[in-house]
């Protein structure tokens, strides 16, 4: 009896491994090295696994002991965490496998004097088949994704890729065109090669007539993966900086990435930034953007501008915030145009485009305005959010940030300096660059916390009617 309980105590510890492991390889999109050596919290990796199975492999039957212990904190890890596992096809093949060649070990270990280790290789080759047959699946899924767009034939395919806004820039291409045209658009923020030909697969309507890409990348290769399936007719490349330059490490390693772009067979006109470098030995039209565009103006009503549109000249009107929101609208605008809509009826269109959620997204609520720009995670765009809050004149400011993610100090130390001449309170929330920040905020008040569980209480703390509130980025608690 004493053999069976030791044993079940060392099957639910691998189950607790397992699910540890897939939980982080989820976050990082199934990529191993991702996740050793590119995790913001290494530390989790030596109390939540290291130190584990360190025990579990010297302290014998006395693991039971310390096994009770480990599932407890584990239990809290995940309570706290605000990104939990989700239960995918994958997620679940995997389980089914891993639970399956568990049973057997039991079995084997309860009949056979056979050394509990057994149990780690139950872990890895469920590891190895969860890889491999996800590889075979893809390789059917990605064919099927091919068929279907080439049988297609009157399908237009727009591809979006930036380092900044290409979710605001899609969002705005379908919003003009769908008025016009069948459209659809990757939902969210599916921008893998993987997410892309799931959702051709499952939700690309047959009747489509635009159909809209979002392109991301945090490896060389990745948007070339993503040319070389939707082969689109038409590339919007946006503002090219230094997001995740911690995977690329240099600009020039994203620039080239995000280039890969041009890589379609089909290709007949690229819209390019106009601040980005311009490509060689590149025979493909490219129109620049923003271009014709002057009197922008914006406040925490809306934006106005003119745009030369044909030889005329245009006045929009728009709730969207920010001026970087008008630039990523402007090539919406041209690219519409393009497909035929009429100036006026754009002006119109433009007019009734609703803020796009989480992405500087003015919201009022018991008295107080809530900038809601927690998609946002670079420089730029904070700047602007910050400058559209200085407006604000009647009450408290309050940021609410964990700085820039997968960027440079020097950006952070640039953040905290624009927090500094703005905010009253600065909630810092997360350990990653609460040390940077609270160093470079003097006149602000400063609050850190490292856990989001608190941050409505905290709110409420400080926040009474008339303040503004905004929320810049929001990086889950495993970065």
């Known amino acids: 009896m004493n053999n069976i309980i030791l044993q079940i105590s060392n099957i639910i510890f691998m189950l607790s491994l397992g699910y540890y492991l897939l939980q982080n390889l989820q976050w990082y999109n199934y990529n191993i090295l991702r996740v050793i050596f ?6 989790w990796h030596l109390l939540y696994f290291v130190l584990p199975v360190a025990l579990f492999c010297l302290i014998g039957d006395y693991f039971i002991y310390y096994n009770a212990f480990h599932l407890i904190i584990l239990v809290i ?58 590889l075979i699946i893809i390789k059917q899924y990605e064919k099927l994704a091919i068929e ?19 979710t605001s820039i899609k969002n705005f291409i379908y919003a003009l065109l769908s008025k016009q045209f069948k459209t659809y658009a990757t939902p969210r923020s599916v921008n893998t090669v993987n997410g892309i030909i799931s959702d051709i697969n499952n939700n690309l309507p047959n009747d489509c007539e635009v159909y809209i890409v979002e392109a991301g990348a945090r490896q060389k290769g990745d948007i070339e993966k993503i040319a070389n399936l939707v082969n689109h007719h038409y590339a919007v490349i946006g503002e090219i900086g230094e997001m995740h330059l911690q995977y690329f490490k240099t600009i020039e390693n994203i620039r080239n990435t995000k280039y890969e772009l041009f890589k379609s067979s089909r290709l007949k006109e ?5 601040n980005n470098d311009f490509p060689s030995d590149v025979n493909i039209p490219i ?72 992405r500087l997204e003015k919201i009022e609520v ?27 004149k009647n009450g408290k400011k309050i940021i609410v940030t964990p700085g820039i993610v997968e960027n440079s100090i020097e950006n952070n130390i640039k953040l905290a300096m624009l927090i500094d001449n703005v905010f009253d309170i600065a909630i810092i929330t997360g350990e990653l660059n609460s040390k940077i920040l609270s160093q470079n905020i003097s006149k602000a ?26 929320f810049a980025n929001d990086a889950p608690n495993y970065i």
Request: aromatic residues 12%; hydrophobic residues 45%.
């Open 270 to 274: 690229v819209f390019l930034y106009k």
């Open 366 to 392: 018991n008295g107080k305005i809530i900038l809601d720009d927690s998609f946002n995670g670079n420089l730029n765009g904070m700047k602007e959010a910050i400058k559209l809050s200085s407006l604000h």
């Open 148 to 166: 279907k767009l080439n049988s297609m034939d009157k399908l237009i395919i727009i591809s979006i890729t930036a380092s900044y806004g290409k």
């Open 77 to 134: 890890w995940f309570v706290k965490l605000d990104k939990k596992l989700v239960f995918t096809s994958r997620v679940i093949r995997f389980f089914i496998t891993y639970c399956i060649l568990l049973f057997i070990s039991f079995v084997v270990l309860i009949n056979l004097d056979v050394t509990k280790y057994i149990l780690f290789i139950a872990l890895l080759a469920s590891l190895i088949i969860s890889f491999v047959s996800e």
């Open 38 to 43: 590119k995790h913001n919290k290494i530390y």
């Open 445 to 470: 008040q400063k609050v850190i916390i490292k856990d989001k569980i608190n941050l409505n209480s905290v709110l409420s703390k400080f926040c009474s009617d008339g303040d503004l509130v905004l």
């Open 287 to 358: 129109a620049l953007f923003p271009q014709d565009i002057s009197n922008i103006n914006s406040d925490l009503t809306g934006s106005t501008f003119i745009m030369n549109l044909g030889d005329k000249s245009y006045h929009f009107k728009t709730k969207i915030l920010g001026e970087f929101n008008v630039v990523n609208l402007s090539v919406a605008i041209m690219i519409a145009y393009k497909f035929g809509i009429s100036a006026d009826k754009l002006t119109s269109l433009v007019e009734n485009i609703k803020p796009i959620e989480h």
